[in-house]
């Protein structure tokens, strides 16, 4: 079973009494369930962890017993990101954060960086007319791959792949 968080694929949710170790290089998500629906409480991530009551003895239990009314009704998922850099990680915790709003994560909300370098415009030698009116296309943004053009007459854009 598997649930979708933004773009990501969870793991789970399986009822959090069923979890057992050992968990590595992960985010999980500590949810609610009401009825058919699953109300995502806390995110974190997890750099190892063998320890059978990591989350009975985590900081963040009581609010998520509090917000959920019952330890029966908290449910764990997981992304497993094995290859991914601590920073990765904590990328997509923070995208999570800012999407859900997660009540048990209050106040740790921090904006995520980009997936992307964006490098500052500098002077195209290369040059070209814009598809719409004719007009000469000027680089606006040099990406790490490609460069972002704009028209100065029309304002069409166009994104033409680094040589």
């Known amino acids: 079973m598997s649930i979708q968080i933004l773009q990501y694929e969870f793991l789970g949710p399986i009822p959090l009494d069923e979890w057992g170790p050992p968990m590595e290089k992960l985010v999980f998500l500590v949810m609610s369930r009401d009825k058919d629906r699953f109300n995502i409480l806390y995110v974190d991530d997890c750099e190892k962890t063998s320890d059978k009551s990591f989350f009975v003895q985590h900081s963040g239990f009581k609010c998520w017993i509090e917000k959920s009314g019952s330890e029966k009704l908290l449910y764990l998922a997981i992304l497993p990101l ?22 048990c994560n209050a106040g740790e909300i921090v904006e995520p960086k980009p997936d992307y370098v964006v490098r500052k415009s500098k002077d195209s030698t290369e040059k070209f007319s814009c598809p719409c009116c004719g007009s000469d296309m000027k680089a606006e943004q040099f990406l790490e791959k490609s460069t972002l053009y704009r028209c100065s007459s029309c304002g069409i854009s166009d994104t033409k792949l680094n040589s």
């Open 82 to 103: 094995f290859e991914a850099s601590r920073e990765h990680r904590e990328n997509v915790l923070n995208k999570i954060k800012m999407h859900y709003n997660p009540p």
